[in-house]
């Protein structure tokens, strides 16, 4: 019997979908990978407000009759838009929906992070507190499958009160582009090719915000550059976020596409992504995955004992600076960048839905 499965989708509506709608959107490849393959069965359907939609491709959508605001105030008490017979109905963040469906449907949402508890400073006093009623809501709701993407999320929320038996870990994916230009095609592309050359700059990509600690990292990075001057620029490849951030220093690239920013990634001599607190990280497991040597802050899930990955206190500028000279001395041939890319490759979007569906059953 085929499962219907709706998931909602509201941050794809949004001006910088960010990690989450990576995550939204290879979830959506896995699951549509194991459907084809006949792995599973199932009717898939996404659920998004009235407006604008950032998704190229998609299965069956469902709109509901009110914009993104105004429906997530609405799937707090309600299932708007799900339907009557879908079996299983996934959150993809915090705004819900938790309610809809059949009358034995399975309800489940995915907590990236606490990090308007731990750092409520790196975010807007109205995310604090939309996060903080939605995080109180779930976790009075004893039916609702949490879902996480690391066991010390898992371990922090059982210590908040959550029982144990609802939390599920769940792996992120990664997928590379497939290569349509060459490095100094892309920095060509952007207009850097006249200051900056392949291998001889360094990278970090994510949206420019207070939590992404890029203020620290361009300051270590110019302070590391003077010990090894082969780091070359320090180029931020992400949109403005919220927040103040002095990126003076470092060549800031708002705007490419999926395929441009992969080849920028492969043509740096090291990647960075040192945020000071983090749900998983995946710029830094892209990094991996393009074999480059990666500096990532200890608040990095999804690189944690990855011996390919230096890290370090994301809060001492000194140690920042160190970790970019080490990285930058590692061995960058062929084996090792095939051992870095190696050292990720059970992170794909299928082993993601396979987790989730695990999560469902």
Known sequence: MSTRLTLSVEHLQRSQPGGIGTYIRGLLG????????????????????????????????????????????????AGLGVATNANVVHATTMAGPFRGGANDAVHSVLIHDVLWRDHPELTTRRGVTFHEQRYRQIRARGDLRVLVTSRDLADRLVGDGFDSARLHVVRLGVKVPA??????????????????????????????????????????????????PELGPLVLVGARGWGDVDTTGAIVVSDVDDATMNALVHGARVAAYVPIEEGWGLPAVEALAAGRPLVASRAVPSVR??????????TSVDDLAAALVSAVAQDDDESARAARANSVVDLTWANCARDHWAAWS
């Open 30 to 77: 896995g699951l549509g990978e194991l459907v084809t393959s006949g792995e599973r069965d199932a009717d898939i359907e996404i659920l998004a407000a009235r407006g604008q939609l950032d998704l190229a491709s998609s299965p069956r959508v469902v709109r509901t009759p009110f914009g993104e605001r105004v429906t997530t105030r609405w799937w707090r008490f």
């Open 179 to 228: 290569a349509t230009s060459t490095p100094l095609e892309a920095l060509g592309s952007i207009g850097l090719s006249a200051d900056v050359s392949p291998g001889n700059y360094s990278i970090c990509v994510g949206t420019i915000q207070p939590r992404k600690n890029i203020e620290r990292l361009v300051t270590a990075h110019s302070l590391a550059r003077q010990r090894a």
């Open 305 to 314: 004992g990855n011996s390919w990955a230096i890290t370090v206190d994301p």
